[in-house]
């Protein structure tokens, strides 16, 4: 008999068992408690829904929804939660775990009066998505300017390091002050961005700035490559700002991406960033648990820049 019940603070160590078996490890994504606190007790949206599956007294699958808030350019907000950390151990796969706990978890969300569920699943989680009511909204894929000019020697190890690449500083001192959402975008409130950029308990930034602007990078591995990823800009930007972060970075690239109706996007064409053909890292998909006042199913109506898609 599997049981479906809310998660005790004593379950994470199975907890992070069972996502260690089904997803694995990297240098860069350790499943520490570190993480998983950040993630789920320490973000300024609220704390997450996690549900549990038991099997004779053992954690065999998990499912977290983060607490997140998306603002439209009318100042409303919507309430979301979004669908990451899912996971059923290995030997009890395809017997509806995934899909009892995500069930329970979409019943307590929509009881609780959240307006939208979104998420960027794995290839294997996306088709048991799409089965339980789910739908695309887009692609989202890569930008990036080559770096002309010597490129850093690196150090052969496991870690890549930001001040390989670039000068540390601390990427909110000064603060610089965001911009409002064109479309649905996380509110950068400073709360949240401290906790995003400065409190991340394995990912560190820093900013490369030029006048009002910064530009928030973190040194990551892509296929085996090393690079540069601008997270996020903020502060006054300009095309400047982006050639400013290639030409103070020694990576043999910088990467970034921005959603189709975020200014940025063509700031940072303008400065001779572009998209890399064929090159998908991810497709967003959500389903709202109400009727909503935007199309949440068109990419073009998201603000978003990579800080917001990924938690590194
Ligand atoms: C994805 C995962 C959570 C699914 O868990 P599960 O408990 O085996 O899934 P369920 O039995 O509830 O399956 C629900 C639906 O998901 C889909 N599904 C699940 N596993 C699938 C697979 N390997 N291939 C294709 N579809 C799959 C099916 O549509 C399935 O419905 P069906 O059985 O009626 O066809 C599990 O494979 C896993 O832990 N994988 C590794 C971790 C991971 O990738 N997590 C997602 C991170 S985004």
Redesign the pocket.
């Known amino acids: 008999m599997i049981a479906i019940r809310p998660a005790r603070p004593d379950d994470l160590p199975q907890i992070l068992d069972v996502l260690r078996a089904?997803?694995g490890e990297t240098p860069l994504l350790r499943r520490t408690p570190a993480l998983w606190n950040w993630k789920h007790l320490e973000n300024p949206f609220g704390t997450s829904l996690v549900l549990v599956a038991e099997h004779a007294e053992r954690v065999v699958?998990v499912r977290a929804f983060m607490r997140w808030e998306l603002e439209l350019p009318d100042g409303q907000v919507l309430r979301c939660v979004r669908a990451v950390d899912?996971?059923?151990h290995p030997d009890h796969?395809?017997?509806?775990?995934?899909?009892r706990l995500t069930e329970t978890a979409v019943e307590m969300a929509q009881t609780e009066g959240v307006d939208l569920i979104f998420n960027t699943?794995?290839a294997?989680?996306g088709?048991?998505y799409l089965?339980m009511g789910w739908r695309r909204v887009g692609d989202l894929g890569v930008i990036v300017r080559p770096r002309v000019g010597p490129v850093a020697p690196i150090e052969p190890d496991d870690l890549p390091r930001l001040t390989d690449h670039v000068a540390a500083t601390d990427p909110l001192e000064p603060y610089p002050t965001p911009r409002a959402a064109v479309a649905l975008r996380t509110p950068r409130r400073e709360e949240y961005l401290r906790w995003r950029f400065e409190r991340h308990p394995t990912a560190r930034y820093a900013a490369v700035r030029r006048g009002g602007g910064a530009g928030i990078v973190r040194a990551n591995v892509r296929r085996g490559r090393r690079e540069l990823v601008l997270s996020e800009v903020l502060g006054d930007v300009d095309p400047g700002l982006f050639r400013e972060v290639a030409r103070r970075s020694t990576s043999r690239y910088v990467a970034t991406w921005f959603s189709p109706s975020a200014p940025e996007r063509r700031l940072a064409r303008r400065a001779l960033y572009a998209s890399v053909p064929g090159l998908r890292t991810l497709t967003l998909v959500a389903r709202p648990l109400r009727t909503l006042p935007v199309d949440v199913f068109d990419l073009g109506n998201w603000d978003l820049s990579v800080s917001d898609l990924e938690l590194l």
């Open positions: 089904a997803l699958g899912t996971a059923t796969l395809r017997r509806g775990i995934f899909r699943p794995n294997t989680s088709a048991g089965k």
